[in-house]
């Protein structure tokens, strides 16, 4: 139905937007936060004809996707809040100090914008991490024009939610191109846009194959620039025994729920559960499986993601010592996902890097060590992660505190008895991790926070106050939290 774009209509596309950057990037925090709100509310009336449009597209359930239509609508306001607030500038302030020998100068830091952003539409979130998603609002707050590359696995939701943030940018009376919408099936429009050299900053929700891509293409540029790309997970979950023998069947019925959570197909899905074995871990595993089996194969996002569910799966399950535990006694159509349980012993685990990597989908692998040394070995061998998981009472927390450290280094979400499906909103989430869940783990996708992402500092030394942005001024206009000589305060200078 749409066509990818030529290298023509991108050239256009980003001079246009560079040129509309110019202008946004002088509107006040207000304006953009009053943006922001409009977007959310044209995304209200889009009303049930989005969402029936998106379910066509991508087989996901009508009240998935209101949920995450509300997630995102969620997003856009309390990131707009965020901007009002200022707080994410960082604001340093050190006032001079004429008699210190030498002279100590005036200097002031805040942020600004790094300039037009490329955002790539995630497959699995049509709404939440696509057009109108946390990266676009994130690079609208902190002031950047944005150009959004639509995910081809729902081109017209895409174009619909599009529609939507012109509406509203044609009501707040803004620049028609700080917004920006393109469609591409082919890598090249991928590498058009991000070796544009007028684009600064790209943010990428998918896999590692695509993410890394984009961060070659942009470090390879004369000017390389930040890619913000998240890359999904395995999300390891470590069950310890004591805890195991105090709630294994509650434990397996919560990771069952979560491994099939969304068929499988979210970025946090549990996709390792390493445990020791005995009798508990047993229970846990006989649990488990009698859970898995009840649960039903469901559609997947699209023929693609379910031809590489199953390719990858077979993959896993054709190396040495992998044996499946259970799986869905459903029979599943080759584009719906079948829920899977496989296992291993450590030793395979951890000498056949292909059992590290990510089946996307209900799937996961179940790797049984003979005692806590071996786990923490696995553990030694982990890869980055979005997040990590221990299943351990008081006592085995404080028992195994080297196991605990090496698990906190693999993550950038560190759960304690829980589940990691389910990523709040909020400032202090942190939706990110070490290479190769994402390729900057100081920055977090999900949450306020994450307009630092599409700001740089600036610091200004003895400066007039008249001549200083609003943020450094004396007497704080914007009544912002600012750090003047190491102290938080709103008080002027």
């Excluded at 998106?54 to 239509?69: K, S």
């Excluded at 920006?180 to 082919?186: M, N, R, W």
């Excluded at 993410?211 to 998240?230: C, T, Y």
């Excluded at 559609?299 to 693609?304: D, Q």
């Amino acid at each position: 139905m749409f066509k990818d774009a030529i290298i023509e209509e991108i050239n256009s596309v980003v001079n246009h937007s560079r040129q509309a950057f110019q202008q946004y990037k002088k509107y006040s925090f207000k304006q953009r936060a009053d943006l922001m709100r409009a977007i959310a509310n044209e995304l209200e009336l889009c009303g049930d004809d989005l969402i029936k449009i998106a379910m066509q597209e991508t087989n996901l359930p009508e009240a998935r996707l209101r949920g995450e239509r509300a997630r995102t609508i969620f997003q856009l306001i309390s990131y707009a809040d965020a901007c009002e607030k200022g707080d994410w500038l960082d604001i340093r302030i050190d006032t001079a100090i004429a008699d210190k020998n030498p002279p100590k100068p005036d200097i002031r830091k805040t942020s600004v914008p790094l300039g037009p952003v490329v955002v790539f539409g995630s497959s699995n979130f049509p709404f939440a991490y696509s057009t109108a998603g946390g990266d676009t609002a994130c690079a609208l707050a902190a002031g950047c024009s944005v150009i959004i590359k639509a995910h081809p696995a729902h081109a017209q939701t895409s174009e619909m939610v599009a529609n939507a943030i012109h509406t509203a940018i044609e009501k707040c009376k803004m620049p028609e191109h700080i917004f920006s919408h393109v469609h591409g099936a082919s890598f090249e429009v991928g590498k058009a846009l991000v070796t544009h050299q007028y684009i600064k900053a790209v943010g990428f929700t998918g896999s590692f194959i695509g993410g890394k891509q984009l961060f070659d293409w942009a470090n390879q540029r004369k000017e390389p620039i930040s890619v913000f790309a998240e890359m999904g997970s395995v999300n390891p979950v470590f069950l310890l025994n004591e805890k195991l023998n105090q709630s294994a069947n509650d434990i397996a019925k919560q990771y069952a729920a979560s491994i099939t959570l969304g068929v499988g197909q979210f970025c946090t899905n549990p996709g390792l559960i390493i445990g020791i074995k005995s009798d508990a871990l047993n229970t846990f595993i006989h649990s488990l499986s009698d859970e898995i089996k009840k649960i039903a194969p469901a559609k997947m996002l699209h023929s693609g993601i379910a031809n590489a569910f199953y390719q990858k799966r077979a993959n896993a399950l054709q190396q040495s010592n992998v044996a499946v535990v259970a799986e869905s006694e459903t029979n599943a159509d080759e584009n719906s996902g079948l829920p899977t349980i496989a296992t291993v012993d450590a030793k395979t685990f951890i000498n056949n890097p292909l059992l590290h990597q990510e089946v996307f989908g209900p799937y996961s692998l179940l790797i049984q060590c003979t005692d806590i040394n071996e786990m923490l070995l696995v553990a030694n061998h982990l890869e980055g992660q979005l997040t990590s998981t221990v299943m351990a009472t008081e006592n085995e927390f404080k028992e195994n505190i080297e196991l605990i450290d090496t698990i906190k280094n693999l993550c950038g979400r560190f759960i304690l008895n829980g589940v990691p499906t389910g990523v709040e909103v909020c400032r202090s989430m942190m939706h990110g991790g070490p290479f190769p869940a994402t390729t900057d783990a100081r920055f977090t996708a999900v949450g306020a926070d994450g307009i630092k992402r599409f700001a740089r500092p600036i610091a200004y030394q003895n400066w007039n106050n008249e001549f200083l942005p609003d943020e450094l001024k004396n007497e704080n206009p914007l009544n912002i939290w600012r750090m003047i000589n190491n102290e938080w305060t709103k008080n002027p200078v």
